[in-house]
């Protein structure tokens, strides 16, 4: 009986942390509360806090969830491109760069996503070590993707990260105006020409 509590007891906890990853990217940090991340979770308010000692552990919680989900789906897309860098460098620009993911923030990456709101947050609040970790998973994933030979890779790096992350932000900032879509597709082309091999 007491194992099968346990195994009850770690689905509730997954489904808190899923629908707390997915809100709180959807609509920030502060504009979901509790009760709404347990309810959606189909979990009643008072049993929240037999999984988390406090709202910001959940908080950092969700923050780290959301970006494994991003570090793994990077790294299938760059399976799929079977072992050329550049083609992977295309799969994960191509997709970030995105109108569905510009208008799907619940489900996207949580660099973008939570960026404001951590910025926003305390100095002491865990959600800072979070999100410090998992940026520097993307950043390292990314790097993975320069040319054989690149030693400038590592601020070529953070300088693709700054575009990839800033462009969609704006990007969903001005949704509704042509814009938009312009800051996509001109991320989009330099992120892209940037990695062009050049002639010998």
Known sequence: MARASRAVAEQHKAAIEAASARLFR????HGVSVAQVMADAGL?????????????ALVARACALAFEESAT???QRIDQAQGDR????????????STTHRDAAGRGCAASA?????AREASDKPVHDAYLHGLKSLIDIW???APDGDDAAGDSALVDLATLVGAITIARATRGDALSDDILAAARDRLLASHKPTDA
């Not at 009643?44 to 910001?56: A, L, M």
Request: net charge positive; glycine share 12%; aromatic share 12%.
């Open 114 to 118: 939570l960026a404001g709101d951590v």
């Open 86 to 97: 550049k083609a992977a460098r295309r799969n994960l620009v191509v997709q970030y760069l």
């Open 73 to 75: 789906r990077w790294r």
């Open 26 to 29: 959807e609509h920030g940090l």
């Open 143 to 145: 790097q993975s993707t």
């Open 44 to 56: 009643t308010h008072g049993g929240f806090y037999g999984h988390f000692p406090s709202r910001d």
